[in-house]
């Protein structure tokens, strides 16, 4: 079966102050894709961004970077110095690839950043 | 390019009534799927599509019906809405040749009372 466990239902932090948000999942396929959408008020859903599973290599885009331990079976994701405007439901989500590609989402962890 | 586009933005549905969701995407992508998103929880799929005249169920399809007449368009149709029908839901794409990327449309808010 696969599954995507983010036990943090909400975080709230001050702005400026670091926030790592974890995202566990679980498959038996060697091959798969780790993905995370950021979901702003507005509502829509932002791709952020794909990891496969033979690139353990951890990724920096500016001040979001992601942390992808296959020992741990975890994919988390912290936002250096947060902002307000990094204030949304962040979501984690699986899928083996394959002709289909479906998504397994988890549940998401909504991000407050007061001033 | 507008990427993924749907129609309609919001809509309140009374019980029974039917309706159809609009979906666009102007990328080219073989790939389509319907997700719903309910209060506090991740997406489910319903529907999904791996080109025109191809479509398969997904984790919640009962209540739902889809086509894909061409690769744009991909609607999804509610015969009988019903309270548990009210959610938010998502359409998306992604190309062959980008495994694992969809790319969400912006979204339609149902109300069914």
């Known amino acids: 079966a696969q599954k995507v466990t983010q036990a943090q239902t909400e975080i709230s932090v001050v702005e400026k102050e670091d926030v790592t948000l974890d995202c566990v999942y679980e498959t038996r396929d060697t091959t798969y894709y780790l993905f995370w959408y950021k979901q702003p008020p507005s509502g829509e859903l932002v791709f952020l961004i794909r990891?496969?599973?033979?690139?353990?290599q951890n990724e920096i885009s500016g001040r979001y970077s992601w942390n992808f331990q296959k020992s741990t079976s975890s994919f988390n994701f912290t936002i250096t110095a947060s902002q307000v405007v990094d204030s949304a439901v962040y979501f984690c989500a699986l899928s083996t690839g394959g002709a289909t590609n479906k998504l397994i989402f988890g549940t998401g962890t909504l991000l407050a950043v007061q001033p | 390019n507008a990427g993924v586009t749907q129609t309609p933005k919001f809509r309140i549905l009374k019980i029974g009534q039917s309706m159809t969701l609009q979906c666009t995407q102007d990328?080219?992508?073989?790939?389509m799927y319907w997700y719903r998103q309910d209060p506090g929880m991740g997406l489910k799929l319903i529907y999904y599509?791996?080109?025109?005249?191809?479509?398969d169920k997904g984790e919640v399809p009962n209540g739902y019906n889809v086509s894909r007449s061409t690769t744009e368009d991909f609607p999804l149709r509610l015969e009988l809405a019903a309270p548990s029908q009210t959610s938010v839901y998502f359409c998306a794409s992604r190309d062959q040749g980008t495994p694992g990327t969809q790319y969400f449309g912006p979204g339609t808010r149902l109300l069914v009372l």
């Open positions: 599509s791996v080109g025109a005249g191809i479509t």
């Open positions: 990328m080219n992508h073989n790939y």
């Open positions: 990891r496969n599973s033979f690139d353990e």
